[in-house]
């Protein structure tokens, strides 16, 4: 099972234009510690409105995939690694391997939910930014929800990854039996 955090890309049409300035700025001041030129500057500042509205269509796309990610986790943590690690306790046949995958993905499992929070408040704020009277401020604070969104899709990554063990421990166990 293989599931990703969405990019913004994958959004499609809307998010182009918000892209298209993103880069153009985030290309152009690479070097100069967010100091922004007068004319990237003005870009934000002309674009705040479609700017916004893009990151608020991203906020309501990323929180329903925050809903169905953390339940899917859920329930695979809850309806499948738990019960067969009580069944193999109980039946005398524990696996360690499995006892590890299980706290470890736990584990993932609460650090995904955290992260997603830290985004998401730090995404709340970048909305909230007049990015018209103060662009420099906007675009920082754009940098910084965007490392934060990184480590959730980090996060993503690791929990898949950890799936994907389970899924070859449970398949060893199978073949051992």
């Known amino acids: 099972m293989k599931l990703s955090f969405p990019s913004v890309t994958a959004s499609g049409r809307r998010y182009g234009l918000l892209l298209l300035i993103l880069a153009i700025i985030a290309v152009s001041c690479h070097n100069t510690a967010y100091a922004l030129s007068d004319a990237q500057n003005g870009?934000?500042?002309?674009?705040?409105?479609?700017?916004?509205?893009?990151?608020?269509?991203?906020?309501?796309?990323?929180?329903?995939?925050?809903?169905?990610?953390?339940t899917t986790?859920?329930?695979?943590?809850?309806?499948?690694?738990?019960?067969?690690?009580?069944?193999?306790?109980r039946n005398d046949q524990p696996s360690a391997d499995l006892t590890r995958l299980q706290t470890e993905f736990s584990s993932a499992r609460d650090d995904f939910a955290?992260?997603?929070?830290?985004?998401?408040?730090?995404?709340?704020?970048?909305?909230?930014?007049?990015?018209?009277?103060n662009p420099e401020l906007f675009y920082t604070k754009l940098e910084a929800t965007r490392a934060l969104r990184h480590t959730v899709s980090a996060s993503v990554a690791q929990l898949d990854h950890l799936l994907g063990e389970h899924i070859t421990a449970v398949t060893k166990l199978k073949e051992s039996l």
């Open 43 to 70: 870009i934000i500042s002309q674009n705040c409105a479609h700017l916004k509205q893009s990151l608020k269509s991203l906020q309501k796309a990323d929180s329903r995939t925050r809903v169905h990610l953390g």
């Open 73 to 89: 986790y859920q329930n695979i943590l809850l309806s499948y690694i738990t019960p067969l690690n009580l069944r193999l306790v």
């Open 114 to 133: 955290t992260k997603f929070i830290k985004y998401s408040q730090s995404l709340e704020d970048l909305i909230a930014t007049d990015c018209q009277s």
